[in-house]
């Protein structure tokens, strides 16, 4: 595409006077240039892409777009011009694609699980984009990874758009994607439509980006505008924030637009409800556990509903998803008379959640949990963790959480502030040691969770990042504790 047609699709003015040229890649990162290609300085939290202008022109720049004079085109707000620019650019097709935007600080991955059950249930191919990665999926069951890179829930702007391109070319007609709140900020979404939007919950994540709550909650404010309808979760004290006068509500203890009435705990730990709504009122089983799956499914199906499909079609696509992967997911162990599960919860409110679904689930048994906090990384978060551990555990074994570059011994001092030393805990920072540790200790009846990693298979400490496979590593410890 020639750089004065990019420039007009994407609102950045074209000094004729400038030499018109082909472009082949559009790219913030300098070292991914290639010849003909056209760099975007972004200011980061860490460096100014300003700096990186003289190496993008050796490896090939043709043009550059900053906020500074230093560039080739002008823009008063680089990230928002990225975004429109790899629309313009990567984005054939995206036009095709029904978008639903899920924000909150938990759910987000089981809600975009949950609708793309339904789409895949009524026979459409969708993609889905976040935590879980970039993927196109067929109702037949197929999965095909899209192209991205990384770990971001939301993807940069020159993955984000070629993937939904890619999607549409697979015969997507679907795109359900988790919008982070540094997604929000950095204005990663801005070129997209969403037909619907979700807001799952707010609670205390993030703080080392958005500084205070309150950034925090505007950040997330940011996708509702963005959006042709917005389901909020009233159930959140932040809903009164978000959306507006315009959303489309949520609730399982008050009246709302949808709403989960006669909840009742199934006998194979899921739930049962009545789905009441405009469309209608029928019920709803899930196979995921947790009181919080019952929010996480009627947000699903108010999507699922506001989208067009129809009833039959929500029930089953929410009760064929039984697990997602990472959230409260069972490690399959043979013959083990306790159970382990494995969940991302990395925040104080997603541990009380996991912890209160591992003590319904133990019975009369013991709940040993497992957990860490990540290095660089809301340290503010870390003490009010420790004491939820400790009052909600029978046993807390504290060990590392991708340290990052923080020493692991500091991150577990954090923790141990909150700690309450009157309750059983011990403290194992190499995480394989101590998941082995939690394994031996295991009783008849109790509840192994090993909370903040989730479906990530790998570590991150100050030498990079390696493979670490949690699953596997309790297979083996089991294995070993068998002889």
């Known amino acids: 595409m020639r750089l ?9 003015y074209f000094d004729p006077s400038f030499k018109d040229t082909e472009i082949t890649r559009i790219t913030s990162d300098s070292e991914k240039m290639i010849p003909g290609g056209l760099f975007v300085a972004l200011r980061g939290l860490k460096c100014d892409g300003n700096e990186f202008i003289e190496r993008a022109r050796e490896l090939g720049a043709v043009a550059v777009l900053s906020e500074n004079a230093r560039g080739d085109l002008f823009t008063d707000d680089a990230r928002l011009a990225l975004a429109k620019l790899c629309r313009a650019f990567y984005g054939e097709g995206i036009e095709r694609l029904k978008l639903v935007g899920v924000t909150g600080t938990n759910g987000k991955t089981t809600v975009v699980s949950l609708i793309s059950s339904i789409a895949n249930t009524a026979g459409k191919v969708c993609a ?11 109702p037949s069951g ?3 990874e899209l192209t991205g890179e990384g770990h971001m829930t939301t993807p940069d702007p020159e993955v984000l758009y070629p993937s939904l391109s890619e999607a549409a070319r697979l015969g997507a007609e679907y795109a359900f994607i988790e919008v982070s709140s540094h997604a929000l900020a950095m204005k990663r979404a801005d070129a997209l439509r969403f037909e619907t939007g979700i807001f799952t919950n707010l609670t205390r994540d993030h703080l080392d980006f958005h500084g205070t709550r309150e950034e925090y909650l505007k950040a997330k404010a940011r996708l509702a505008p963005l959006c042709d309808s917005f389901v909020v979760n009233i159930d959140d004290p932040a809903a009164a924030f978000i959306g507006g006068e315009c959303a489309i509500t949520c609730s399982v203890r008050s009246y709302a637009d949808f709403m989960a009435e006669n ?45 067009g499909f129809e009833k039959y079609e929500i029930q089953h696509g929410i009760a064929s998803l039984t697990c997602v992967p990472g959230r409260m997911e069972r490690v399959p162990l043979d013959i083990a008379d306790f159970r382990v599960f494995i969940d991302y919860a990395h925040t104080p409110d997603a541990l009380v959640k996991a912890l209160n679904t591992s003590r319904e689930l133990a019975n009369d048994g013991r ?13 503010g978060k870390r003490k009010s963790m420790g004491r939820i551990a400790t009052m909600l555990a029978d046993l807390t074994v504290v060990t590392s959480d991708n340290p990052r570059s923080e ?4 991150i577990i001092d954090d923790i141990l502030c909150g700690i309450d030393r ?3 805990y011990t403290v194992i920072p190499d995480r394989r040691e101590a998941i082995e540790y939690a394994i031996e200790e295991a009783r008849a009846g109790d509840v192994v969770l090993i909370a903040g990693k989730g479906h990530e298979k790998y570590e991150i400490g100050a ?21």
């Open 463 to 483: 030498s990079g990042t390696f493979p670490f496979d949690e699953a596997e590593v309790v297979r083996k410890a089991f294995s070993h504790r068998r002889g």
């Open 4 to 12: 004065s047609e990019l420039c007009a699709r994407a609102g950045i």
């Open 263 to 307: 909840i009742r705990k199934d006998d194979d730990g899921g739930r049962c409800y009545d789905l009441v709504s405009p469309y209608g009122s029928f019920p709803i089983k899930t196979m995921l556990p947790g009181d919080f799956s019952v929010m996480n499914t009627l947000e699903a199906s108010a999507a699922g509903l506001l989208l």
């Open 407 to 410: 020493p692991p011994e500091r």
């Open 367 to 379: 709940v040993i949990l497992l957990f860490g906090c990540g290095g660089d990384r809301d340290r």
């Open 128 to 138: 889905v984009i976040g935590t879980l990665g970039c993927r196109v999926a067929f």
């Open 142 to 144: 197929t999965v095909k």
């Open 422 to 424: 009157e309750k059983p």
